[in-house]
C-alpha cells in the first residue's frame, strides 16, 4: 500500500469561502463537473466565473443579484 498525491476539486464560496461540501459527507469531487453538480444542488449558484452559497446572494425585485456583505464568514 503506498500513498499517491491526487487532484480533486470542491467549490468554494467567493463571497464567505464556505465549501460546498461542508455537510455532505465527501470533501471533494474527482472532477470539475462533479464537484459544481454537488455544489447546485446545494444552492449555490454560479455568475461569471464565481460561485455563491445560498446564505450569501439574494434577488432584487429586477432579478438582480444582491450579495451578502460580510461581517464575518458563514458557518
Do not use: R
Not at 469561502?17 to 461542508?22: L, T
Amino acid at each position: 500500500m503506498s500513498i499517491e498525491k491526487m487532484e480533486m476539486f470542491t467549490v468554494i464560496c467567493d463571497n464567505c469561502k464556505k465549501s460546498a461540501d461542508k455537510d455532505t459527507d465527501y470533501s471533494c469531487w474527482n472532477d470539475e463537473g462533479a464537484a459544481e453538480d454537488v455544489a447546485m444542488e446545494s444552492g449555490y449558484i454560479t455568475e461569471g466565473e464565481n460561485h455563491y452559497c445560498p446564505e450569501c446572494y439574494s434577488h432584487d425585485d429586477d432579478d438582480n443579484l444582491v450579495l451578502k456583505t460580510l461581517t464575518q464568514p458563514c458557518t
